[in-house]
């Protein structure tokens, strides 16, 4: 059982440059999120979806877009990387909204110089 | 929005206690706790959905205070194995969803 797989692991961009992030699950959940954790701040939400064809913003969504095209995908894109996005990004996914744990993908790890 | 959790940095020796908090401004429905080991992913390790609600497992347990909007995280005669970096979660409405907003951690380290 998979869970939930993001691609790559980890990738060096060089500021300007796109890339496209991918998470797949396998458990039919409905909701999945992206968040980035940065050094002392957390996990900090970017974009969230609430089902196949929806995305929507979170806390700091400026500089990404989102697509769910299919259930199990969610994408993360950066149009032109900026040295700020260096972080660590997580994708996660849960059955419910309310009250069910979100599952994690092992994090892509990302450097913009 | 976070919630805040405290304290920041812990360091127990094996079998010692530790105590994290987590507290928030706004009214709290439920709270999620999960642990991070460095390089990894956050692993889930329990939700409290009603106030005054206690959960455990093994020697890790929480309990819940809707009033106090609080919540805290025990763990008792640690092992080894629990260091690494425990998260609060709250969630909180946005459209369409009860999203998880995470609070900043408590890193925790148990020495031998």
């Known amino acids: 059982n998979a869970g939930v797989t993001q691609t790559p692991k980890f990738r060096v961009l060089k500021t300007g440059q796109s890339m496209t992030l991918l998470c797949a699950q396998d458990m039919n959940h409905e909701y999945m999120y992206w968040y980035r954790q940065d050094p002392g701040m957390g996990l900090r939400l970017i974009h969230y979806?609430?089902?196949?064809?929806?995305?929507a913003k979170g806390e700091v969504p400026d500089g990404y877009n989102v697509s769910r095209l299919k259930k199990q995908n969610f994408l993360l894109g950066l149009e032109s990387a900026a040295p700020s996005q260096t972080s660590v990004y997580f994708c996660?996914?849960?059955?419910?909204?309310?009250?069910?744990?979100?599952?994690f993908g092992q994090g892509t790890r990302l450097t913009v110089v | 929005q976070q919630p805040v959790q405290s304290p920041q940095a812990v360091i127990l020796r094996e079998g010692e206690d530790a105590v994290i908090n987590c507290s928030s401004s706004?009214?709290?429905?439920?709270v999620h706790w999960y642990r991070q080991k460095h390089g990894e992913a956050p692993v889930f390790l329990m939700i409290?959905?009603?106030?005054?609600e206690q959960k455990g497992h093994d020697k890790i347990s929480a309990s819940f205070n809707e009033k106090k909007q609080q919540s805290s995280l025990y763990l008792t005669a640690s092992q080894l194995s629990y260091s690494g970096t425990y998260f609060c979660g709250t969630e909180r409405y946005q459209t369409g969803a009860n999203n998880l907003f995470f609070g900043t951690g408590t890193r925790l380290t148990v020495i031998p």
């Open positions: 409290l959905l009603k106030g005054g």
């Open positions: 996660a996914s849960k059955f419910y909204s309310s009250g069910t744990e979100a599952f």
């Open positions: 979806s609430v089902g196949e064809g929806t995305t």
């Open positions: 706004k009214a709290l429905y439920s």
